[in-house]
């Protein structure tokens, strides 16, 4: 049961990497389109393509938690207890990000809405890559049970390169659905901006991975040894496979499948961090059987997890299927009460 509530677990972060990364991802463009008249058009387009959905990603990272703590309370502790200082910044981030976001769109000020329009772009680049750090510091063996908090725990060469992949990852999800989206909208003017863009992301991705390989095997030889090997080298295959078939569609300009192309390829390489790190939850410390809860307590998590997918899940893949296929439509003023007043865009 332990090492089923372990797989859920890792399943939940790849889920988060693909549904929270692609929002972040459209945050990174944001802060790097541009002034208000240059940046115009990649904002317009980036406020509605999230504005259904982007509330709806973060029920993974509030699963992701939920799991942690009741199911590993052991590693729980040590991860929190460790790891507080960059978790504390990635939830304000978050905060901040959301906000920025939610009051940029109703504002009608310039000013007001350059300085939520800051908030949601400098977090969105700021909480991925502290969530790559911590993921980081936990590969590198960084954090046991009884670890105090220090900067090595998370500001190691470990670290610091999983969080820029992190970073890259989701500015490379964020531009490949954004080229989706421009030709839902019919904004053909903004295809090529962010398949750009996209195949620049890709790039990043690329050579950090090359830049990571021998950190890796000197920082984290376990996780190491698990990608290089057995499962976990198949997925890293898998992954690196479709990368580069969402390269190769995006310079085709065939954007039907990059959307699927580009998720796997993030969700195989954290499944393959998983295979990677086992049976640890913390390497090379604590066992998943050692880190969790009791059996009791693993089988009601079960119970409510099966539930929770047979309730929630439907109606998740309703909602992405209904704003891919352009059926939720924006709100407007009238929907937030938002009416213009004097002084407006000034």
Known sequence: MAEFIAWVLVVAIAAYACGGGTDYGAGFWDLLAGGAERGKRPRWLIDHAMA???EVNNVWLIFVLVIMWTGFPTMFQAVFEAMWLPLALAVVGLVLRGAGFALRKPTHRLAQRRIYGAAFAVSSLLTPFFFGAVLGGIAAGRVSIGTTASADAWANPTSILTGLLTVAAAAFLGAVYLCSDARRFDADDLVDYFRLRALLAFAAVVVLALV???????????????LTGGLGLLLVILAAICGLATVFFLLRRSFRWTRYTSAASVALTVLAWGFAQRPYMLPT???????SG?????????????IAVVLIGPLLVLLFRLDTRGELEPLTDADTQSAREPGDDV
């Open 52 to 54: 259904p959905v982007w």
């Open 212 to 226: 990571a390989l021998p950190v890796t095997h000197d920082d984290a030889r376990h996780v190491w040894d698990g």
């Open 294 to 306: 009791a059996p009791a307590t693993l089988t009601w998590l079960a119970i409510v997890t099966a």
């Open 285 to 291: 410390t604590l066992t998943v059987t050692d880190a």
